[in-house]
């Protein structure tokens, strides 16, 4: 296992005490994130964390780490998405401050988007074409492409995502839901 020795990450307004480098991407440890969010014990509120949302594990790696009394301990360090994961489920101030700047990010590339009738005509019957396409498509990476196209589509014209299961099947096929 590779030693890893800590160091600080800054980015932005996030001021992090222990990060590693693992190809390339930041990976913080538990004590950072706790600090960073203010706690008092910050690896005890970590750990709290993470066992209501054994989840965010997943975004975590082992590693040996250098402690600053220069003794090896094997530790998790956490992916941007684990640190971001561990944030989302936090209350604390600067959680909740984090929280707003994520849904306005969202909002500002999800929102919604002014589109005369002609336009969002255009993007519907592209919509549908782009559907055709995949109902009969039989290479995956092509089936891939088409389908990230087709949600762009959908994001444009804010129509819903068509439903896969239903590629492909004849209309007598589906079964029809019973209205009261």
Not at 13 to 34: C, M, N, R, Y
Not at 103 to 124: L, Q
Not at 160 to 178: C, H, I, R, S, Y
């Amino acid at each position: 296992m590779t030693q890893h020795t800590p160091m600080p990450f800054h980015w932005g307004q996030i001021e992090l005490t222990q990060a590693v480098f693992i190809d390339g991407i930041p990976h913080i440890t538990k004590t950072a994130v706790g600090e960073w969010l203010e706690y008092a014990e910050p690896r005890v509120a970590i750990n709290n964390i993470l066992t209501r949302n054994s989840y965010v594990d997943c975004y975590s790696t082992d590693i040996n780490l250098i402690s600053v009394d220069g003794k090896n301990r094997d530790t998790k360090v956490y992916h941007p998405i684990g640190f971001l994961l561990l944030v989302m489920e936090s209350g604390q101030p600067k959680a909740q401050a984090m929280k707003v700047a994520v849904a306005e990010f969202v909002w500002h590339f999800a929102g919604p988007v002014n589109i005369s009738d002609k336009e969002r005509n255009g993007y519907i019957r592209e919509i549908e074409r782009l559907t055709d396409k995949l109902a009969v498509c039989r290479d995956a990476m092509v089936y891939k492409q088409t389908w990230i196209t087709l949600q762009h589509y959908c994001r444009l014209a804010a129509w819903p995502m068509p439903e896969l299961p239903l590629l492909g099947k004849e209309p007598q096929q589906m079964v029809l839901e019973v209205l009261p």
